[in-house]
C-alpha cells in the first residue's frame, strides 16, 4: 500500500493527492481548494485503493500500544506523543519494501528538519519495535513475511555530567530556600542516587523510619522500570522527608498543594538557571552522587550497587577515569613529568 498524503503542487490551487510509485512521485487532483474537502476525498481514495487483506503500519502500532506496550509502562505521555509524530505513516504497507522505505525516508527528512537526531531516533525505535513486534509468530502475530524494518542508526553518547564542589555547594545552599516538594526531590536525589521516576512514585509505606531508611523498590504491578533498591535516610534530608510524610494527602510523598507531582522539569529547570547550572538535568543529580563517591575512593562495586548498574563494567566506562584506584599511576606520572620547574629548564 502507498503512502498517500495532501500536498499543494506549486502554482496550483487545488489540493493533490501525492504518494510514490515505483520510486517516482505521483499526483491526483482532488478538484478542490477546501482543505477540508480535500481531506474527506484522501480517505475515500484511500479506502478505493487499500487491498482487503493489508494491515498499515497504523493498525500495528494501535495494536502494539494496547496489547504490548501499555500493561507495561509506568506512563504513557511520551509514547502517545510519538505515535502523534508517527502519523504520516500510518497507511503504509510494511510488506511493500520500496514503498515503504521511500515513506520512511521522506518522514526522516522532514523530522530532521525541525527536531534533533536523538528525538527522531527515539521515535524511530518505536516504530521498530511495533515492527518485530508484529512479525513475531510468538507475539503480534499480525503480519506474514517480512517487513521492512528501518535503519535507526543513531548513535547514543553516554552523557557524563556532574556538579563540581563549587555548584554542589551553590546548589545545597539553595535548598532550603525552595519549595518543599522541591527541595525534598532533589535532596533525595543527590544524597541517594535515586532515579526521578523512583522519587516521584515514593509513597509512604516504603519511608522506613525504624531502619532509617527508603525503600525504593517497584511494587509489583508488573510495569517495566529500571533497577531500584533500599537507601540510608540522610541528616540533609530527614526534616524534610518528615514534613512531607506528616502532611501528605494522597499517600505519595512528593506533593504539591495536596497533588502529586508528576513532573518536575519546569521548576528544576528554572532553580538550574537561577544558580547559572549550565547543561544540568535531574538526572545528573544521580551523576553528581557517583563522582563524588568514586573521587572519595568508593569501591566501584560498592558504586555499581548503589546505582543499580547490571555489571561493574557499565559503571566503570563512566567514573573509572575519576576513580583514584584507577588514575593514580597516570597522576603520578602527570605530576613527575610535568613538574612546575619543567619549563624553568626548557630556557636554559
Known amino acids: 500500500m502507498h503512502n498517500y498524503q495532501l500536498k499543494k503542487r506549486g502554482g496550483r490551487k487545488h489540493w493533490h493527492i501525492y504518494w510514490r510509485e515505483n520510486g517516482e512521485p505521483q499526483y491526483a487532483s482532488t478538484g478542490t481548494s477546501d482543505e477540508a474537502f480535500a481531506k474527506t476525498f484522501l480517505e475515500t481514495f484511500k479506502r478505493l485503493q487499500q487491498a482487503h487483506d493489508y494491515v498499515n503500519v497504523g493498525e500495528i502500532l494501535h495494536q502494539f500500544t494496547v496489547r504490548d506496550y501499555a500493561p507495561r509502562a509506568v506512563s504513557m505521555s511520551r509514547h502517545n506523543s510519538i505515535l502523534n509524530q508517527l502519523e504520516p505513516l500510518r497507511d503504509c504497507d510494511p510488506l511493500d519494501h520500496e514503498s515503504f522505505e521511500d515513506a520512511v525516508y521522506e518522514w526522516k527528512q522532514e523530522r530532521l528538519a525541525n527536531v534533533s537526531e536523538v528525538t527522531m531516533a527515539r521515535e524511530l525505535a518505536v516504530l521498530i519495535a511495533a515492527l518485530n513486534w508484529a512479525a513475531d509468530r510468538e507475539r503480534g502475530r499480525m503480519i506474514r513475511g517480512v517487513p521492512y524494518i528501518p535503519k ?21 545552599q539553595a535548598l532550603p530556600h525552595q519549595p518543599l ?10 544524597s541517594t542516587a535515586a532515579r526521578k521516576s523512583a522519587i516521584l512514585e515514593l509513597q509512604k509505606h516504603q519511608i522506613k523510619w525504624g531502619e532509617g531508611q527508603i525503600d525504593f523498590h517497584a511494587p509489583a504491578d508488573g510495569k517495566k522500570r529500571k533497577a531500584r533498591r533500599v537507601c540510608d535516610i540522610t541528616g540533609m534530608v530527614e526534616p524534610w522527608l518528615r514534613e512531607a510524610f506528616e502532611t501528605s494527602q494522597t499517600g505519595h510523598i512528593i506533593e504539591r498543594n495536596g497533588k502529586r507531582v508528576k513532573n518536575i522539569h519546569p521548576e528544576f529547570k528554572a532553580l538550574c538557571q537561577s544558580l547559572h547550572l549550565v547543561d544540568f538535568r535531574f538526572h545528573d543529580l544521580r551523576s553528581t552522587w557517583a563522582a563524588g ?22 559503571t566503570e566506562q563512566h567514573y573509572a577515569q575519576i576513580h583514584p584506584d584507577y588514575r593514580e599511576k597516570a597522576r603520578e606520572y602527570a605530576k613527575r613529568t610535568f613538574a612546575s620547574g619543567v619549563t624553568h629548564m626548557a630556557r636554559h
Open 152 to 172: 535507526n542508526r543513531y548513535q547514543k553518547v553516554a552523557r557524563i555530567r556532574w556538579l563540581d564542589t563549587e555548584e554542589r555547594t551553590r546548589l545545597l
Open 181 to 190: 516538594y522541591l527541595r525534598l526531590a532533589v535532596g533525595i536525589a543527590i
Open 293 to 314: 563517591a568514586a573521587l572519595d575512593g568508593v569501591p566501584m562495586e560498592q558504586i555499581r550497587d548503589a546505582l543499580g548498574h547490571s555489571t561493574v563494567k557499565i
